[in-house]
């Protein structure tokens, strides 16, 4: 029904900065809530930002505040992540997640589509 494809990860320097895009096919973006979820090596995966499906109203966890802004283009079908002042924690695969309601989540199981993910790698 809807596919999700990331783009924009990478290598960078930190203190650098990377934009992360995520398009979705169909002409439905504009109902789905929307979110940025990062998985580190090793580790579990986590919310870092979330919109909701007009843009009005975001999250931005706080290891990320003041550093990260989640936007969304619906004329364009297309979230982004713009990520700022990077550090070297904060590599990992980063993921867009679809979820079919007004309101987003927290919760990673509550969203109903995925990207395949892009890797962000972020060096000292």
């Known amino acids: 029904q809807v596919q999700l494809v990331e783009s924009g990860g990478g290598l960078v320097q930190a203190g650098g900065s990377l934009r992360l895009s995520c398009v979705a096919s169909?002409?439905?973006?504009?109902?789905?809530?929307m979110g940025w979820f990062r998985q580190p090596p090793g580790k579990e995966r986590e919310l870092v930002g979330a919109i909701n499906r007009s843009g009005g109203s975001s999250y931005h966890a706080d290891s990320v505040k003041g550093r990260f802004t989640i936007s969304r283009d619906n004329a364009k079908n297309t979230m982004y992540l713009q990520m700022n002042s990077l550090k070297p924690e904060d590599t990992a695969v980063y993921y867009c997640?679809?979820?079919?309601?007004?309101?987003?989540?927290?919760?990673?199981?509550?969203?109903?589509?995925w990207g395949q993910g892009t890797q962000v790698t972020v060096s000292s």
């Open positions: 169909g002409r439905t973006f504009s109902t789905y809530a």
């Open positions: 997640a679809a979820r079919v309601s007004y309101y987003y989540s927290m919760r990673p199981g509550e969203y109903d589509y």
